[in-house]
């Protein structure tokens, strides 16, 4: 009998004035009851509509039986098929936006908790799972993979899988990209992304560490001189925006990008951190996004009172709500309608305050959301020591400038055709370097079509 509750197995969770002060995970994970009780929430439909919402094309309603019938393994396994990092996923894609938003159960009702459960059936593998992955019999032919992101490992894994020798190329000294310097410990543990590369690494995956592409080598060396037959460029959006407004450039002024980094890179939260990072008492973070939140949380759990600025109401945040949520509950102050103009400084060339500005919505902007306009004399100032520009990153021009002929768009996105294929020959990319700052499942997506198209080229 299908379980016709309206409302999904709530998610067991730290609670708030506990986990506002530590950096271990919120969400604690479902029992294997309420996995179950959850997946008999599924009608199993069909048409499977939840796969639409899918970039990387789960079968969501095979993987849901085998939870109805505690085959988790079987579960994972299904998962497997279509997605490299499942336990990376069922945590941070934005499911009500996707899967979840085209469950016929949401219709009446909460859709079906797919990303918990995603989430649940990674976890019970981890934790379970005894069989060694099997490397693959090689076909002797090299790909390269510029960053070990979302992109970058989804497309390493698929084509280590068919055999191709596939060396990652990191320009940090840790794998993983934004899934280790930008997403916090609390969200998702690193030693998950860390696991996820170690099983690429069975599957005969190498990974260089400390290789800025276009500095150490560039793309046409490694195809000319190391014999590479194909690259894939999955470099991500790491170029930080600002306002361009007085101030920006005082100590405590921080991009989200440099202080996501240094707390969960670096693990500045810790005591002994050899990259220091400043405790502010007040902080102030400008932005509404996913990424703002990220900021503002950390912020909070470094012990400081934190306020996120944002031009715009609630009802328009970017933000995951349930990121939105979490946020509120940790005691992060939201000071909405508002846009700053100044970021004062004092005598000793630090952040002392930032002067706001008040704002009104008017008709809809190029993104269809409505215009904030700003009303003049209603200036005022907000305490802070620290300030965080949490507005949007771009990608780094550094691969564009270093390879002949690859063409870019005004944003300094890579262009493509629909398979990640470059203005260069055997050149391929995908992710946040051709969108700009987007999901990690559509970046997946991204190194998924390319993996294909690369491996169609190359079988020629």
Known sequence: MPNMSLKKNEMPSQAPEIRNKN?????????????????????????????????????????????????????????AQSSSLPAVCGRVCPQETQCEKLCIRGIKGEPVAIGRLERFVADYHNAHAVEKVEKPVSNGIKVAVVGSGPSGLTCAGDLAKKGYEVTVFEALHLAGGVLVYGIPEFRLPKAIVQKE???????????????VIGKVLSIDE???????????????????????????????????????????????????????????AKVAVVGGGNVAMDAARC??????????????TEKELPARREEVEHAMEEGIVFNMLTNPIKVNGDDN??????????????????????????????DFDVEADVVIMALGTSPNPLIKDTTKGL?????????????????????????DAVTGAATVILAMGAGKASAKAIDEYLSK
């Open 197 to 211: 590369i170690d099983g690429l690494k069975a599957l005969g995956v190498k990974v260089e560490t400390d290789m």
């Open 23 to 79: 950096f271990s995970e919120v969400a604690l994970g479902y029992t294997e009851e309420q996995a179950v009780n959850e997946a008999e929430r599924c009608l199993n439909c069909k048409n499977a509509p939840c796969m639409n919402g899918c970039p990387v094309q789960v079968k969501i309603p095979q993987f849901i039986a085998k939870i109805r019938e505690r085959d988790f393994e079987g579960a994972y396994q299904v998962i």
């Open 299 to 312: 912020a909070k759990r470094l012990g400081a009172d934190v306020t996120i600025v944002y031009r715009r």
């Open 222 to 280: 490694l195809i000319e001189e190391f014999d590479f037959k194909a690259v894939f460029v999955g470099s991500g959006a790491g170029l930080p925006k600002f306002m361009n407004i007085p101030g920006e450039n005082l100590n405590g002024v921080y991009s989200a990008n440099e202080f996501l980094t240094r707390v969960n890179l670096m693990k500045a939260y810790k005591d002994d951190a050899t990259t220091p990072i400043k405790r502010g």
């Open 349 to 378: 060339g630090w952040v002392k305050s930032m002067t706001c500005i008040k704002m009104q919505l008017s008709e809809p902007d190029a993104s269809g959301r409505a215009r904030p306009v700003a009303i003049e004399g209603s």
């Open 407 to 431: 063409e870019v768009n005004k944003h300094g996105g890579i262009i493509t055709d629909e398979d990640g294929l470059t203005s260069v020959k055997a050149v391929y990319a995908g992710g």
